[in-house]
């Protein structure tokens, strides 16, 4: 089991539910057999995608409300 800091984690983030969905999103990817995007040992797609946020490898973009 991996140890990512929470700090290292939200600090591109600024929200646990962004963060949460980011993450799932990018395991998903991984599952579906989306390459990594950095050099590990860890085998559970959801670690991975945490270490990738942690490292700023993942980017996200927000969509604009619907009115």
Do not use: D
């Amino acid at each position: 089991m991996s140890y990512t800091p929470v700090e290292k984690i939200f600090k591109g983030s600024g929200s646990i539910f962004k963060l949460t969905i980011i993450a799932a999103r990018r395991a998903v990817e991984l599952n579906s057999g989306a390459q990594k995007l950095i050099n590990t040992n860890l085998q559970k797609f959801s670690s991975i995608a945490l270490e990738e946020i942690a490292q700023g490898k993942v980017k996200y973009k927000l969509r604009e409300a619907v009115k």
